[in-house]
């Protein structure tokens, strides 16, 4: 029974030991809306993914705990975020850092002045379209 057991927690173990250190991937290095996806390949294996601000992550949070291989970070306002995965018990993955910037003030607003002039404009030419037209069929009845 002894023997038949050992082969087959070898078996059982060692694609952890074959897997190594996690390779953390991030879908961006720099956001400007704060929302990046984060991602790795686990085999299945539980992981633990924190979130820290501090380069030693001594302000490390667990942000996922469990199977998937990617999760989605939302809602970040400016800063510097690092993040590492650790597969079971297993060591902590090369640290992956994504810069969060948003657009400025200044910038939001352009677009946005932008955005309500064309929307005016475009609102001028329909109704000034909608006049020519109501007059070259009035001219064609009469």
């Not at 995965?85 to 090369?94: E, H, I, M, V």
């Not at 929307?119 to 009845?141: C, D, I, K, N, P």
């Amino acid at each position: 029974m002894r023997r038949a057991l050992l082969p087959l927690l070898v078996a059982l173990a060692l694609p952890v030991w074959a897997a190594g250190d996690p390779l953390l991937q991030a879908s961006t290095e720099k956001s400007d809306t704060g929302e990046y996806r984060l991602s790795w390949s686990a085999d299945g294996a539980e992981v633990v993914l924190e979130e820290a601000t501090a380069e030693d992550f001594a302000d490390a949070r667990t942000i996922f705990q469990g199977t998937d291989e990617a999760a989605v970070v939302s809602g970040r306002f400016d800063g510097v975020y690092r993040y590492r995965l650790r597969l079971g018990d297993g060591p902590w993955s090369a640290p992956v850092a994504v810069v969060v910037e948003h657009h400025s003030a200044a910038e939001t607003f352009t677009f946005l002045g932008l955005g309500a002039l064309v929307f005016l404009a475009t609102g001028v030419l329909v109704v000034a379209g909608h006049r020519q037209h109501r007059r070259e069929m009035r001219g064609a009845q009469g």
